[in-house]
């Protein structure tokens, strides 16, 4: 079965530093993909960042970049220079391709981040 | 772009009232999600749609349902409101032109806020 865990809670960064928000995940499906949302105070759901169980490497978006170990089910997001905006709740989600769950996405509990001036 | 519209926003039901969240996109996704986010978790899916007459049940369907008969329409129905469905809920679509192709993020729509006393 699908399962996403982040032990991190909460998470304090000095601004400008880089921070990385942890993610492991379960599968029994060769084919999956995983995601990184940003949920700001005002609710809204936003992409960030997607990487494929087959992609050989890491995921890159701007100052976001994806830390995939497939060998320890682990992909963990990293933000670099973090800025005061960076203040948000993160998720992992991920999506199977295959078997009879068909391609619905399973997201974890989140970590919230903190951005010190 | 409209993307994905949630109504209402707000919503406050009495114990065993029934209603209707909308859901509409106008991107012609044929992946549809209902998630329910409480307070200070992650999100948790409740149904999904892989095309417009095919649904299923997520990670936690029990008290809803739901109907998918066009590709822009995904409504989730609360039959006997109860206070544990309390919850900001969450509509979103996904685009998945085959099999392979899994790096296609999901669209949400804004959330109904849902309150049952």
């Known amino acids: 079965a699908q399962k996403i865990t982040q032990t991190q809670p909460g998470m304090f960064v000095q601004e400008k530093e880089a921070v990385t928000l942890d993610c492991t995940y379960d599968?029994?499906?060769?084919?999956?993909?995983l995601f990184w949302y940003k949920q700001p105070s005002s609710g809204e759901m936003i992409f960030l960042i997607y990487?494929?169980?087959?992609?050989?490497q890491n995921a890159t978006e701007g100052r976001y970049s994806l830390n995939f170990q497939k060998a320890r089910k682990s992909a963990n997001l990293v933000i670099s220079a973090s800025q005061l905006g960076d203040s948000a709740m993160y998720f992992c989600a991920m999506r199977e391709g295959q078997g009879g769950g068909g391609f619905k996405t399973i997201f974890g509990a989140g970590t919230r981040l903190f951005v010190k001036a | 772009n409209a993307g994905v519209t949630q109504t209402p926003k707000f919503r406050i039901l009495k114990i065993g009232q029934s209603m209707t969240l909308q859901c509409t996109q106008d991107?012609?996704?044929?992946?549809m999600y209902w998630y329910r986010q409480d307070p200070g978790m992650g999100l948790k899916l409740i149904y999904y749609?892989?095309?417009?007459?095919?649904?299923d049940k997520g990670e936690v369907p029990n008290g809803y349902n739901v109907s998918r008969s066009t590709t822009e329409d995904f409504p989730l129905r609360l039959e006997l409101a109860a206070p544990s469905q309390t919850s900001v809920y969450f509509c979103a679509s996904s685009y998945s032109p085959g099999d392979v192709i899994m790096n296609t993020e999901a669209f949400f729509g804004q959330g109904t806020r849902l309150t049952v006393v």
């Open positions: 990487q494929g169980s087959y992609d050989q």
């Open positions: 991107m012609n996704h044929n992946y």
């Open positions: 599968t029994s499906d060769p084919s999956y993909g």
């Open positions: 749609s892989v095309g417009a007459g095919i649904t």
